[in-house]
């Protein structure tokens, strides 16, 4: 009999309630509690945009498209929803996928681009949840697929669209900037891919709408006391008013789905300075469950499934 196969879809986690946002905080923090003044300002975060986040929602709703259009293509299988920071674990559904007695398991991430940071953590998730089972699952974890082209078409249209709202008098003159999760500085000195493949799948995008100049600025950095790589979207647009600049349209590349890093950090922080500096800020949508972006999922879950798992 062929071995049994399923597919392990992956995202940050978000908290649900007020009274979560604690110990989803500590989680991240890889245990450490953070200050009750952090825990705080979080939770005010979560209350401003709206008590949580569809970043769940969403990723449930990719899940099942992906298994639809997975299927359809004859690989029936199904998609499971996988949290790196809160419910539903990791670590949990992969000890539900192993009793179900699937034996293969191709897992992705909601995050196009490498980093030991954020993709090396899905994988510890995977590899801890895989010491406690009985037989171990045949895995093939999907590190990166920034460079996939239907993705790069995908983000090309995207950045179409958040250029037809301004109006055309103006969209000669709007700067695209790409961007994405900060990091601390310190992945440099592992010379972590992140930055590289952010620049080039920016750099693909921009070729494809066929822009003329672009810049690439970074969001979300964490306050942990250490360096994270900038310049900061908000301080950079100090830098485009000073340069001339009044119409920016961010696409922050580096995400797939609306979460507080774009209800916050985009949506109430970039905007909020952008309009105090009498500059339009608009973004670009996020893929979320577009059909064309559970396509992208699609042709990479099948491009891994063609490798061996191990
Ligand atoms: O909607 C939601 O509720 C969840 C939004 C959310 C996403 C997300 C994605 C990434 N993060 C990455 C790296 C870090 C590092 C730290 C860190 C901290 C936070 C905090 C919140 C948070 N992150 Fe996040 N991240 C999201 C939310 N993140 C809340 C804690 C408060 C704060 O710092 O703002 C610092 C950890 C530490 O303190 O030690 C590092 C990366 C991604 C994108 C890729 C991925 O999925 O991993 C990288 C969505």
Not at 48 to 70: C, E, K, N, W
Not at 133 to 162: I, K
Not at 170 to 188: C, D, N, Y
Not at 220 to 241: C, F, N, R
């Amino acid at each position: 009999m062929a071995d049994r196969h399923a597919v392990l879809l992956m995202a940050y986690g978000t908290p649900e309630t007020a009274d979560q946002v604690e110990p989803y905080f500590t989680h991240i923090r890889g245990g450490r509690a953070p200050t009750p003044e952090s825990v705080a300002r979080l939770r005010e975060r979560y209350r401003r945009v709206g008590g949580r986040t569809r970043l769940l929602d969403i990723t449930r709703q990719v899940a099942s498209a992906l298994q639809d259009d997975l299927s359809r293509a004859g690989s029936e299988r199904p998609v499971y929803v996988g949290m790196k920071h809160w419910h539903p674990f990791i670590g949990d559904v992969v000890r539900e996928i192993s009793d179900s007695g699937v034996q293969q398991l191709t897992a992705i991430a909601l995050a196009p681009h490498y980093s030991r940071i954020s993709i090396g953590g899905y994988r510890r998730a995977i590899e801890e949840a895989q010491r406690d089972l009985p037989t171990p699952l045949c895995v093939a974890l999907v590190e990166r697929w920034h460079a996939e082209p239907s993705f790069l078409d995908m983000m090309a249209t995207l950045v179409q669209e958040g250029l037809s709202r301004f109006p055309a008098s103006e969209r000669g003159q709007v700067m695209t900037v790409f961007s994405a999760h900060s990091l601390p500085e310190r992945i440099r000195s592992w010379d972590d891919p992140y930055e590289r493949e952010l620049l080039e799948s920016s750099a693909q995008v921009a070729g494809r709408v066929g822009l003329s100049e672009w810049r690439f600025a970074w969001q979300s950095a964490g306050e942990t006391g250490e360096s994270w790589i900038g310049p900061d979207i908000v301080d950079y647009l100090d830098t485009l008013h000073a340069e001339g600049v009044r119409s920016v349209l961010q696409v922050p590349i580096g995400f797939v789905s609306e979460h507080l890093e774009i209800y916050w950090d985009i949506d109430i922080e970039a905007k909020e300075k952008a309009a105090d500096l009498g500059m339009r800020l608009e973004r670009t949508e996020l893929p979320n469950a577009r059909p064309d972006f559970v396509r992208v999922l699609a042709a990479v879950v099948r491009a891994s499934e063609s490798r061996p798992c191990s």
